[in-house]
């Protein structure tokens, strides 16, 4: 994934959240909040995604269901690969055991949450911009 150059609020002139603005190597992204082009939903950054760097092609929704509810271990694999997901040890399988309850994911795996989600601050922050927006 690469930065693209910060996406602001058409409206407030406000950055947006750092994952708003990171988008695949070779994305240009811009976001008009009011709902007009240009701009492109993470699930249509996820399916340009897809078909780049797996090959997948889904012209319709219903196609890409069917595809994450039957190949359930290589879309949550895409998934862990799309976000750049980190962990210190390396995962053995996305998915070792389809049983509900008891499905194993990631095993081996060490995620943090925090960690992950805080990942960009050091370039979020050399960019001038908050790392966290908030409010109630």
């Known amino acids: 994934m ?7 609020d058409s409206r407030t002139g406000v950055a947006l ?9 070779g994305t240009e992204t811009k976001m008009d909040l009011t709902g007009k082009p240009p701009y492109k939903a993470q699930m249509r950054l996820y399916q340009d995604w897809l078909r780049d760097q797996r090959g997948l092609k889904f012209t319709i929704y219903d196609a890409l269901w069917r595809w994450l509810t039957t190949d359930v271990g290589i879309f949550k694999q895409s998934i862990w690969d799309y976000f750049e997901m980190q962990s210190p040890t390396p995962h053995r399988a996305a998915l ?41």
């Open 2 to 8: 690469r930065r693209v150059a910060p996406v602001r």
């Open 17 to 25: 959240l750092p994952w708003v603005f990171l988008a695949p190597a």
């Open 96 to 136: 070792a055991r389809y049983a509900m309850p008891g499905a194993q994911w990631f095993g081996g795996a060490q995620v943090s949450s925090a960690a992950q989600a805080l990942r960009h601050v050091d370039a979020v922050h050399a960019a001038g911009l908050p790392a966290i927006v908030s409010s109630n």
